[in-house]
């Protein structure tokens, strides 16, 4: 019904900037929520942002101020602006769609993932 597939990871700097994609396909896609999460080795996978599907956006403590998501006109590709990125930024970061809005791990399609590793 909808697969997912995430690109622009990669090794960054500590302070550096990265922009991550999200490709999406289904007919419903466009009346989804996604969300971002990411997980590191040994972590349970963690809520970092979310967007509706008409813009409303939602985003963890931990990250507020430094990363943006948004979609773009289409509602074809979910996008992750992170910029000042720490070394406590490194995981795998995975898209995730929801037939309603939430915040948590309960997401009905993910992506296969994407590594970010920010380097002090």
């Known amino acids: 019904q909808v697969q997912l597939v995430e690109s622009g990871g990669g090794l960054v700097q500590a302070g550096g900037s990265l922009r991550l994609s999200c490709a999406a396909s289904?007919?419903?896609?466009?009346?989804?929520?996604m969300g971002w999460f990411r997980q590191a080795p040994g972590k349970e996978r963690e809520f970092v942002a979310a967007v509706s599907w008409s813009g409303s956006t939602a985003y963890a403590d931990s990250v507020k101020g430094r990363f943006t998501i948004s979609r773009d006109n289409a509602k074809i590709t979910v996008y992750l602006q992170m910029n000042s990125l720490k070394p406590e930024d490194t995981a795998v970061y995975y898209c995730a769609a929801s037939q309603i809005w939430r915040t948590d791990r309960q997401y009905q399609y993910w992506g296969p993932g994407t590594q970010v590793t920010v380097s002090s």
């Open positions: 289904g007919r419903t896609f466009s009346r989804y929520a």
